[in-house]
C-alpha cells in the first residue's frame, strides 16, 4: 500500500514532537515541586490549566484567518511557526526558577499548539489517500500512541539517570527534528484549494 509523500512526513513529525513531550511528562510534576521555587502539584495543575486556555483562546481565531486563504501555504506558515514554538518549550525548561515562568511557558506551549492544530488538521485532511482515509488516520494515532509509550517509560530512566536537563534537551531535540521534518511537505502544497473542497488532487 503506497502512501503519499504528506501524509507520510506528517505522521513522522507527529511521532518525533510526542515523542518529545512524552519523555519528559512522568517526571514534569516532580520537576515542578523540586526545581521550581515554591513549586508543587496546585502549580502543576494550574500550569496544565493554562496550556489549554491558551489554546483554546487562539485556535478558532487562527482557524478562521487560515480558511479565508482557501491555500495550502499560510496553512504551512503557521504550522511551522507554531511546531518552533512548541520545540522551544523543553529549552525554555532548562532556565525555569519561579512558578511564573512555569505559567509563562504553559502559555507559549498552548499558543504553539493553537498555531499548529488547524493547519495540520487541514493538510492532513486535504491530502488523504482516497479510500485509505481511516488507516492513514489509524497511521497517525498509532505513531502518537507508540512515541507516548516508547518516550514515557525511556524519560523516567533517563530522569533518574541524568537528571531533569538532560531529559528537557532530548526531548527538545526530538520536537525539533519533528517540526523541521514537517519543512518537506512545502513543495507538494498547493497555491490555491476550492471552498469546502477535502481532497484537491491525489498526491504523487
Known sequence: MKINHVIRTLVLSDFFVNAGFSIFAPIFAIFVTKQIGGGTIEVVGFAAAIVQ????SLEIPIARFLDKNHGEYD???SLIFGSFLIAMVPFMYLIATE????????AIYGAGIAFVVPPWYAIFSRHLDKLNESFEWSLDSIAIGLAGAGAAAVGGILAQKFGFNFVFIVGGIFAIFGGLNQIKIYKDLRAKVGRGQVMPQPDK
Open 75 to 77: 496553512d504551512f506558515y
Open 99 to 106: 512558578i511564573k515562568h512555569v505559567y509563562v511557558i504553559s
Open 53 to 56: 486556555i491558551a489554546k483554546i
